[in-house]
């Protein structure tokens, strides 16, 4: 049974031990069926079409980002109040990353702050849902097409939240999103992460 410490106390998932074993016997350990009916579930979860699952959440925005072409030094606003792994993904594939500061409130990316960080080289933005309360992603978005910017939700503290009705990571055009799947986060299926694309 695999079982984790989390700050809301020990939760255990039954039986995840064995399937995690058999699988590691049956040599599909990264790639079967197991893992293919998880992106199944989870992109229908969603409501979307595709989920794509990674080993961490580093890797799954790495591969955002990397599929995004974005040109080098292109500025990245990120909240200020993020998991650091993050950012320095961006910094490393040779992004700048931007920091703005959250709204004291929902501790989310302040959306005017934002609109205030963005010049000529932004070409993306993160806004990070924490603690499964949503950014405000009517303004984000608003802010995001008016400047052609590319949206990367990361929904790692808010799977299953919504906004507005719909999952986070669901609702808008051009936008990917990042589940990080850990044992202190909401959900965790063995340290994995899944992108879901909404078109």
């Excluded at 959440?57 to 990245?76: K, N, Q, V, W």
């Excluded at 978005?141 to 986070?168: F, P, W």
Aim: charged share 20%.
């Amino acid at each position: 049974m695999f079982r984790t410490i989390a700050r809301y106390g020990a939760r255990n998932i039954p039986g995840s031990v064995t399937a995690a074993v058999k699988a590691i016997v049956r040599g599909q350990g990264v790639r079967g069926p197991a893992i293919q009916e998880f992106e199944e579930r989870f992109a229908a979860y969603h409501g979307v079409q595709n989920a794509i699952s990674t080993s961490y959440g580093r890797m799954a925005f790495c591969y955002i980002l990397r599929a995004l072409e974005l040109p080098r030094d292109s500025e990245i606003i990120f909240p200020a109040l993020t998991f650091w792994v993050v950012p320095e993904m961006a910094r490393v594939l040779g992004f700048r990353p931007i920091f703005v500061d959250i709204d004291p409130i929902t501790f989310n990316m302040d959306p005017a702050k934002l609109e205030r960080a963005i010049t000529p080289n932004t070409r993306a933005v993160v806004p990070t849902h924490l603690y499964g309360q949503p950014c405000d992603m009517d303004a984000i978005m608003s802010i995001a097409r008016a400047n052609q910017l590319a949206v990367i939700e990361d929904c790692a503290h808010a799977l299953g939240a919504t906004y507005k009705g719909r999952k986070v990571g669901t609702e808008f055009v051009q936008k990917l999103k990042v589940n990080r799947c850990r044992p202190q986060r909401m959900f965790s299926r063995k340290f994995s992460s899944a992108i879901c694309n909404a078109n």
